[in-house]
Nanobody
Framework: QVQLVESGGGLVQAGGSLRLSCAVSENIFNFNSVGWYRQAPGKQRELVARITVGGSTNFAEPVKDRFTISRDSAKNTVYLQMYSLKPEDTADYFC?????????WGQGTQVTVSS
C-alpha cells in the first residue's frame, strides 16, 4: 500500500515562506508524477505543482513565480517551497502520486496565511 505523508504546514504571515514535504513509502521514480494539490474551503481541489519522473515540472498560474517543487530521491521525498505567501494560498495541501491510471493521496497538511 502506497503511503504519502505530508508535513510542514502551519500558520504564516502574508509575505512569508513555508516548505512542505511529502514522504513517499516507495521509490518516487516508480510514479509517473508526484505533486501537490490544494483545496480551500468551499472550493474544488486544484493542482499546485507536480514533477514528473523525467524531471519536468508544472505549476498552477497563481503560484508559478512564487513556488518551487523539488525532490530528494535518497529520501523518497518531494518538497514544495512556497515564497511570498498570500492569504489566498490558505488551503489544505495534499500530496499526490500517479502511476498510470492509479492515483494516491496523502492526508493533507493545512496552510494558513494571515493578512
Amino acid at each position: 500500500q502506497v503511503q504519502l505523508v505530508e508535513s510542514g504546514g502551519g500558520l504564516v504571515q502574508a509575505g512569508g515562506s513555508l516548505r512542505l514535504s511529502c514522504a513517499v513509502s516507495e521509490n518516487i521514480f516508480n510514479f509517473n508524477s508526484v505533486g501537490w494539490y490544494r483545496q480551500a474551503p468551499g472550493k474544488q481541489r486544484e493542482l499546485v505543482a507536480r514533477i514528473t519522473v523525467g524531471g519536468s515540472t508544472n505549476f498552477a498560474e497563481p503560484v508559478k513565480d512564487r513556488f518551487t517543487i523539488s525532490r530528494d530521491s535518497a529520501k523518497n521525498t518531494v518538497y514544495l517551497q512556497m515564497y511570498s505567501l498570500k492569504p489566498e494560498d490558505t488551503a489544505d495541501y495534499f500530496c499526490n502520486a500517479k502511476l498510470l491510471s492509479r492515483t494516491f493521496w496523502g492526508q493533507g497538511t493545512q496552510v494558513t496565511v494571515s493578512s
